[in-house]
């Protein structure tokens, strides 16, 4: 079964603390890994789409690397405006459908 | 900046009722799709419509859904006799022509249902 696992689930730094989300998937056919960020009560906004193993993308603070197993969400330099929920999901060969990890609550206290 | 918009942003509804939630994608996009998260839980794909008719659907998306797109703007979510556990943000997103290949999905703000 295809399968997209976030850690960690709750992540708490500092304003300025460096760090890494992390997304594993056990898919077959990856077309392709989004990432998004989610606030409260709102709709995914659209970050970034990775497609093969060594890709990296950069937005402001965040940067995003895949590997053949994994994604990695490094966030550079936090600030509290930064907060939010970072959501993974795969785009599967031949279908037309996001699956979507849990996500990872992540909080900067400033 | 283009965007997704969705209406209404809540509705309340009796069990058992029929409810509509309505959509307008980006303008010149093509595929048109429909998810929902549950609160507290992962968002999960319902189904996706190309050229007048459903290209993908989930086992969720059971007779009691349908989709329309009944005028050149609008894309609606049709749930009839809503259970308790319909209650979820419904998001309507889009992408251009080529689909997911074209590497963005967009999503609304979404629309909150809760069945009591």
Known sequence: EDQVTQSPEALRLQEGESSSLNCSYTVSGLRGLFWYRQDPG????????LYSAGEEKEKERLKATLTKKESFLHITA???EDSATYLC?????????????????????? | EPEVTQTPSHQVTQMGQEVILRCVPISNHLYFYWYRQIL????????SFYNNEIS????????????????????????????????AMYFCASTPGLGLWAGELFFGEGSRLTVL
């Not at chain 1, 709102?42 to 789409?49: N, R």
């Not at chain 2, 507290?40 to 189904?47: A, D, P, R, S, Y």
């Open chain 2, 40 to 47: 507290g839980q992962k968002v999960e794909f319902l189904v």
């Open chain 1, 78 to 80: 936090p600030k509290p």
């Open chain 2, 56 to 87: 993908e659907k989930s086992e969720i998306f059971d007779d009691q859904f349908s989709v329309e797109r009944p005028d050149g703007s609008n894309f609606t979510l049709k749930i009839r006799s809503t259970k308790l556990e319909d209650s």
């Open chain 1, 42 to 49: 709102k709709g995914p906004e659209f970050l970034f789409t």
């Open chain 1, 89 to 110: 999901a795969v785009h599967l060969g031949g279908a037309q459908k996001l699956v979507f990890g849990q996500g990872t609550r992540l909080t900067i206290n400033p």
